[in-house]
């Protein structure tokens, strides 16, 4: 009797206790807005409040609206936008190609995990809350991803190619150029295909890896220690196999493509988007508007490229490809835009600086884009191409809470964006009045 006593009094006082932390209510956040880009590309909102519960937007009300027990936050002098999102970047390894190349032999993947950590904070700091990263060591990022997504750690939300799929000596072979050691040591993990059913193969191991999306090397590229141009490397049918198998995992395909013939095949065989997309032809418009498919042009990377080159942190075989490809983007950019392209931002950086991504924007605007377009294209047509409409890319009631601020119109003056005063993560605070609210639990 004394048992059973005891027993239910602890059910009771469990079922005391249990009621109480399901009826904690929600934080509520009202931010009180200026102007609000609630579906960027679309007229704006003025003075306007966007009530925040928990991690998700609840509603977009006019006027400065009073919710009781709500905390509240004065962007009346600002202009309030969905979370920036950058389509292509890298997170782990050093920004600076010296160091990087310095320190190689000293490093390991516990160092660069601490450095992807600390650039998903610069980016997130940036105002970038979504991020896809194409390419990297896959154990590193999704951690890193999955990290963030239990809420452990303050970063983008991240969405992993794990390694890019590349043929032998093709721009994601990591033995390209190396030593007899250095070769050995990083002998292909798995990434490295040639045929068809090898990269089948290749395809199903990133995804059992933990990749979101396939990202594939369709010609060379400019940071492989390899020479040989920026021309096609993977073959037809090998592209379609990978568009294939991915679609059998329900994944896209990202193809990084310099060279036309490249840019041209991948469109073929049915990629979602072309990376950088150097060079192109009337071909490639074509297929552009036929496939529906992504160009995310990465305008950053280039001259990121070329300004290694000239100091000297590049080897001879990349630098003759970092002036072929600095040569025609932004030409192919330009032409792009006339033609209406679809557009998604990316910047590749890894190649540039992280947490600049948002210097992008400029180069987009000087080759022809409309600020307001350029926003829709890091907001609404990310979202859309990251198969993440759904949750993010729009202020709307039902998203995920991922809110960004800057002072004045980037609409009309879209470098503002380059200073992001205020940035909220699925309805956590990461930075007000220009100042990170990291804490020591973030
Ligand atoms: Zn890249």
């Known amino acids: 009797m004394k048992f059973a006593a005891g027993l239910a009094a602890t059910v009771a006082a469990f079922a005391l206790a249990t009621p109480s932390i399901a009826q904690t209510p929600e934080a509520v956040t009202v931010i009180h807005a200026g102007t609000v880009l609630t579906d960027p590309g679309k007229a704006a909102l003025s003075n306007a409040s966007v009530i925040v519960r928990g991690r998700t937007i609840e509603a977009v009300q006019p006027g400065f609206v009073d919710v009781p027990g709500a905390k509240v936050v004065d962007l009346r002098n600002a202009t309030v936008l969905p979370g920036l999102i950058d389509s292509h970047v890298h997170l782990s390894g050093l920004d600076d190609r010296f160091q990087a190349r310095l320190l190689a032999s000293t490093r390991d993947n516990e160092d660069e995990a601490y450095t992807a950590l600390i650039n998903a904070r610069k980016t997130l700091l ?46 994601g072979d990591a033995r390209n150029g190396r030593n007899r050691d250095g070769a050995a040591a990083v002998a292909n993990p798995g990434n490295v295909c040639n045929g ?162 948002a210097e992008e924007f400029a180069l987009m605007t000087k080759n022809g884009m409309s600020p307001a377009l350029a926003i829709r294209s890091a907001t609404v047509d990310a979202a859309e191409l990251l198969g993440l409409s759904a949750r993010v890319g729009t202020i709307e009631p039902g998203k995920e809470a991922d809110i960004i601020a800057v002072a004045g119109d980037p609409t009309s003056n879209v470098r503002l964006l380059e200073n992001v005063g205020f940035v909220m993560k699925r309805g956590k605070l990461i930075k007000l009045d220009g100042k990170p609210q990291l804490t020591a639990a973030d």
Do not use: W
């Open 126 to 171: 940036a105002g970038f809350t979504t991020v896809r990263d194409l390419g990297g060591d896959p154990r590193l990022v999704i951690s890193l991803r999955d990290a963030i997504n239990a809420g452990d750690l303050a970063g983008p939300t991240i969405i992993s190619a794990a390694r890019m799929v590349s043929v032998s000596g093709g721009h």
């Open 196 to 357: 068809a059913d090898d990269c089948r193969r290749a395809v199903r191991e990133q995804i059992s890896a933990g990749a979101d999306v396939i990202k594939i090397a369709a010609t060379g590229g400019v940071l492989s220690n390899v020479p040989g141009g920026l021309n096609q490397q993977m073959m037809d049918d090998e592209m379609r196999a990978v568009v294939a198998t991915a679609r059998t995992f329900d994944r896209k395909v990202a193809a990084h493509a310099h060279g036309v013939e490249g840019v041209n095949a991948a469109l073929r065989a049915g990629v979602s988007s072309i990376e950088h997309g150097t060079f192109t032809n009337e071909e490639t418009f074509r297929l552009y508007k036929e496939t529906g498919a992504y160009y995310v042009p990465t305008l950053l990377a280039p001259a990121a490229a070329l300004a290694d080159g000239q100091r000297g942190a590049l080897t001879a075989a990349q630098f003759d490809k970092a002036k072929l490809a600095a040569g025609n983007a932004e030409k192919s950019f330009g032409e792009a835009i006339k033609r209406g392209v679809k557009i998604a931002f990316g910047t590749d950086t890894g190649v540039s600086p992280h947490g600049r991504n």
